[in-house]
């Protein structure tokens, strides 16, 4: 069955413009997740969605980056005016149940952010 | 501090050898601990799930010791698509399954 997708794979971005990351999360999951992971590192959250709602975006380094899930299905990461500590790569993950519940999250492959 | 601390290896072990990873948290109130596996600039896959009871899944054990706030994974019978780094997951506080991840700790099997 369809994971989680993401796009573009790969992004190369001068500094100063701005990027938009989409997730395409599994079908009827209703929690969305996402987490940025440098090198060498373990991936840090940046915010969460459940449906449409989004509950926390206390990862959200700046107030550079913006997330939005409308429709409760897709969602967009969009950093603006880049820096060079974005690059990193960007992953979204989805889980069945939101609140109260233990469920497994599932990642996308990853979005690889890299600002010249 | 960082919320979940793990040796990052690596761990380089011969085929058929038994190795253990071991990994620290920091909030006691913690729900749900899990280890993720992830390979060379792949996305983490869930691994297994931690309960308190310990669990085993084939080759792959884990146990939780909440009163130390220490979880670890021990891998029997290593073999070499075992090779990859290995992430502790620690999470699921009161509101929603928000997980903090370890750095990972980086296993190589050798022939």
């Known amino acids: 069955g369809a994971g989680v997708s993401q796009s573009p794979r790969y992004k190369v971005a001068k500094r100063g413009q701005d990027v938009a990351l989409r997730c395409d999360p599994i079908s009827g999951h209703v929690s969305l997740f996402w987490y940025q992971q440098a090198l060498g590192q373990g991936p840090e959250f940046l915010t969460y969605?459940?449906?449409?709602?989004?509950?926390?975006k206390s990862g959200l380094p700046s107030d550079r980056f913006f997330a939005e899930r409308p429709e409760g299905s897709v969602s967009t990461l969009k950093i603006q005016r880049t820096q060079q500590e974005d690059s990193a790569v960007y992953l979204c993950?989805?889980?069945?149940?939101?609140?109260?519940?233990?469920?497994?999250?599932?990642f996308g492959p990853g979005t690889r952010l890299t600002v010249l | 501090r960082k919320e979940v601390e793990q040796d990052p290896g690596p761990f380089n072990v011969p085929e058929g050898a038994t190795v253990a990873f071991n990994c620290t948290y920091s909030?006691?109130?913690?729900?749900?601990f899990f280890w993720y596996r992830q390979d060379c600039r792949k996305e983490p896959k869930l691994l297994m799930s931690?309960?308190?009871s310990g669990n085993e899944d084939g080759r792959f054990t884990a146990q939780l010791n909440r009163a130390s706030q220490y979880i670890s994974l021990l891998i029997r019978d290593s073999k070499l698509s075992d090779s990859a780094t290995y992430l502790c997951?620690?999470?699921?506080?009161?509101?929603?399954?928000?997980?903090?991840f370890g750095s990972g700790t980086k296993l190589n099997v050798k022939p």
């Open positions: 931690v309960y308190s």
């Open positions: 909030n006691s109130a913690s729900q749900s």
């Open positions: 993950a989805s889980s069945l149940i939101g609140a109260g519940t233990y469920n497994e999250q599932f």
């Open positions: 969605f459940q449906n449409e709602a989004q509950l926390d």
């Open positions: 997951v620690v999470g699921g506080l009161y509101n929603f399954n928000k997980f903090y």
